[in-house]
C-alpha cells in the first residue's frame, strides 16, 4: 500500500512569487492535514479536510494560503504571493478515523523563499 | 490552548546509553499523548501512544507513562543504539473536540558507536 506522498520535495522561489504543493494521501483516507515546521520549531496545524470539506483551517496564516481537494482525494496548498517567513517544511498527513489518533505522514515538501 | 513542551536538543549519546527526553503538556480534558519519530529522509511515524492516565506506551525498546499528575509523557529507552538518531516529536490530541494533533518543537538524537 502507498504511503502519503508529496510533491515537490524540495522548492526555492523567490518572494512574491508562488507555489503549489501536492499531497496525496493513503487511498480512503478521508482524514487529510496540512501541517508546517518552521526553522527547527514546533510542527504548526494549519488546517484539516474530510473529503472535499475543509473541517477546521485555523491554523491557516493569512489569506496569501489557499487549500483545496478536489473530489476528495489529492490536496494542494498554494501560497501566492510568497513571503520570506513562509520558508519551512511543510506536511501532509492523513488519517481514516481522527478519533484514533495516528496520522501517517508524507515527508514533507521544503519550502525555500529567497 | 493545548501545548507540548519538551526538551531542546540535540542529545547526544554513546551507543547503549539511556535516553530519557522530557515531554509536559498543557490541555483542557483528557487527551490521548503520542510521541512520533522521524528518520533521516522520511516523513513523521508513529512510534507509541497512551490514551489515558498511567498508561504506558512501548515500542521499539521505547516507553513512556502518561502521567496525569505531572501533565508529563516522558520517553525512555534503556540501550539507544545508532540506528536511533532521529528526530523525537511529543504530541497530544485533545478529547474536547476539534481533531488536530498538536506537536512539540522535537528533539534531536544524535547516537554514537
Known amino acids: 500500500e502507498a504511503g502519503v506522498t508529496q510533491f515537490p520535495s524540495h522548492s526555492v522561489i523567490e518572494k512574491g512569487q508562488t507555489v503549489t504543493l501536492r499531497c496525496d494521501p493513503i487511498s480512503g483516507h478521508d482524514n487529510l492535514y496540512w501541517y508546517r515546521r518552521v526553522m527547527g520549531k514546533e510542527i504548526k496545524f494549519l488546517l484539516h479536510f474530510v473529503k472535499e470539506s475543509k473541517q477546521d483551517e485555523s491554523g491557516m496564516p493569512n489569506n496569501r494560503f489557499l487549500a483545496e481537494r478536489t473530489g476528495g482525494t489529492y490536496s494542494t496548498l498554494k501560497v501566492q504571493p510568497a513571503e520570506l517567513e513562509d520558508s519551512g517544511v511543510y506536511f501532509c498527513a492523513s488519517s481514516d478515523s481522527p478519533r484514533t489518533g495516528e496520522l501517517f505522514f508524507g515527508e514533507g515538501s521544503r519550502l525555500t523563499v529567497l | 490552548g493545548d501545548s507540548v513542551t519538551q526538551m531542546e536538543g540535540p542529545v547526544t549519546l554513546s551507543e547503549e546509553a539511556f535516553l530519557t527526553i522530557n515531554c509536559t503538556y498543557t490541555?483542557?480534558?483528557?487527551?490521548?499523548l503520542f510521541w512520533y519519530v522521524q528518520y533521516p529522509g522520511e516523513g513523521l511515524q508513529l512510534l507509541l501512544k497512551?490514551?489515558?492516565?498511567?498508561d504506558k506506551g512501548s515500542n521499539k525498546g521505547f516507553e513512556a507513562t502518561y502521567r496525569k499528575e505531572t501533565t508529563s509523557f516522558h520517553l525512555e529507552k534503556g540501550s539507544v543504539q545508532v540506528s536511533d538518531s532521529a528526530v523525537y516529536f511529543c504530541?497530544?490530541?485533545?478529547?474536547?473536540?476539534?481533531?488536530?494533533?498538536?506537536f512539540g518543537a522535537g528533539t534531536r538524537l544524535f547516537v554514537k558507536a
Open positions: 490541555a483542557t480534558g483528557y487527551p490521548s
Open positions: 504530541a497530544l490530541k485533545s478529547s474536547t473536540g476539534g481533531f488536530k494533533t498538536i
Open positions: 497512551a490514551t489515558k492516565a498511567d
